[in-house]
């Protein structure tokens, strides 16, 4: 008797190009168990933040450049951002907090633009944002011309943000990511170059609509 039970896939990263060596769950789906015993109901086979040893900075590195870093939350990413804070500056970062400095509530565009427009003016080299789930911090970071913000929730999103999308704002969810994943996706994001590239070609095209779409918004004045 052929039994079905749900698990997440697995696929090697042989597969998908550049994709760090480690296997990455991408899916769920069905799995068949041709045996027809045991191994009825969910089968976890890896965890998708789990460290792995192909990950650019999973170790850390000595050799890692020093950066200016403004950073930024709202009131639910206040002891994140503390936390963040505390890590770039023993690794040797020149950081800028942006606030809040209480957890009195506020609104995250505001916070979200003065990093973004700190990056897009290239005062700083990087931004970080922090908010409850990151996703209204990226949407208005991306507003700003000439920022690139990712929403990113593992080490694998950490290191292809900057990888193939020379990603330059991190965003990053307060009340989703436990303290240590968040370290470990901070010091992969500072340490991973662009591969350039084709992937220089596709971020060119965006650069190159935003600017066109500035310059028409400024022609219609």
Known sequence: MVKMFPIRSVVSSKSIGNVPSASLIIWKGWSRNFSGAGNEGPVALAEPDAPASGLAGASGSA?????KIAIGSDHRGSEVKRRIVSL??????????????SS????????AFQVAKAVSERTVDRGILICGTSIGMCI????????????CHDSITAEMSRRHNDANVL???ADLLGGE??????KIWLETEFEGGRHAR????????????????QEKK
């Open 63 to 67: 050799n890692a450049k020093t950066m």
């Open 171 to 173: 965003c990053l969810s």
């Open 88 to 101: 770039l500056q023993r690794l040797g970062h020149d950081v800028t907090d942006m606030d809040p400095s």
């Open 140 to 151: 208005a970071a991306n507003k700003v011309p000439g920022v690139r913000a990712a929403p």
């Open 104 to 111: 009195d509530s506020v609104d995250y565009p505001d916070y």
């Open 202 to 217: 596709r971020v060119d095209k965006i650069t190159r609509f935003e600017n066109e779409t500035l310059q028409q918004g």
């Open 181 to 186: 994943l968040v370290d470990r996706m901070v």
